[in-house]
């Protein structure tokens, strides 16, 4: 069984590089009832993943990766190898040498195509499950700074329209009815909603208070956690907690100002001040530990420069949901993080927690306690 601190090191690496697989193997596994794509093409979270689960020294929860699947070799040395048992053997460079072994969490029943909403979606374009229990959802799959040209240089949100795999608004209702059928088989216990920011002045609270008013409906009890952009209003922030939101993720991605305009050029018309101001009111609204903020890594930013930002932002109390940025399939190559130097963000990004009082461990709903994408929390556990 693998210490905590071996899973920590192995889950950075995946997350920086991913794993290769063999289109071969893919028909193997096909024929033997065994789905592994290339993941998703488009939508919420870092693109391209699938799930896998590490034998995990915690019994209380599993430990799990959304690690990268590529086609060719160019940006990984991880390579997924045969099944062996119920788990992947992986390879580091060639098959001579064994990296580890993984899980692969399996697709829902509900991916297939019979399964539908009330009003005949299949529920596949609804709502995703990522991980384990967390079902994904993006009720709105356009946004104002693609529309403007000026879209965030990370993002597949309307490469999923493209792509066929989801439609462009989601209601309430056809949400809960995929969580009825994720629920089903053990694969529903909280939701990530995201949407494409809207250009008005609610950026898309409004469509956020409708859906999660139907949800509730069916399922008062389910935590719920959603994304937004900083609102100049704050008053919509009380009334999305009150509609039901668990958490709130308010996403900043890059901290370095000169890489912000350059990496965010829509979102950096927002100034830090408005991002500043929504933090600290989320807080007082949603409490502690359940406010966060996705951080990339890989812009070429030096350390100390990001862990000093970095502190500011844990020092308001916020989550920083530290993970490497991916690159989106069919588009231009993003920078690659080094893993070991990723290690010792987490390292260090969990004492600062440590050191302000914020614990990822005490989030209730979405990304932080998904925890596919980032190992800030297996990080915390260590220091
Ligand atoms: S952390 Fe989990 S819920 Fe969030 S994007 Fe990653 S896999 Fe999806």
Known sequence: MATIKEVLEKKSELLCKGLFIDQELIDHYKKQGINIDFGRKGGAGPLGGRYFKFDSPSQEKPIIVNAALWDTRDRTDLILGKKV???FNIYKKDKNHLWGKLKLIENPKYYSP????????????IALVHGIDCLGTTI???????ECGNACAFCGIELSLKYDTTILEKTGKQIAEVITAARKEGRCTHLTITSGTEATEDKGALRYL???KEIKELHPNIPLHIQIEPLENLSYLKKLKDAGAATIGIHIEVLNDTLRKKITPGKY???YSLFEKNWKKSIEIFGRNQVESFILTGFEESEGNLIHNLEKLISIGVIPFVTPVRSIPGKSALPQTDY????DIYLKVASLMKKYDVNPLKNKAGCVRCGGCSAISEAYRIV
Request: glycine share 4%; charged share 35%; with cysteine.
């Open 210 to 212: 409708k859906v999660l």
């Open 340 to 343: 070991k130097s990723l290690i």
């Open 114 to 125: 019979e399964y539908k909403t009330s009003d005949g979606i299949p529920m596949r374009k």
């Open 85 to 87: 048992e119920n788990k």
């Open 269 to 271: 018309k927002i100034p």
């Open 140 to 146: 709105y799959q356009k946004c104002t700074h693609w």
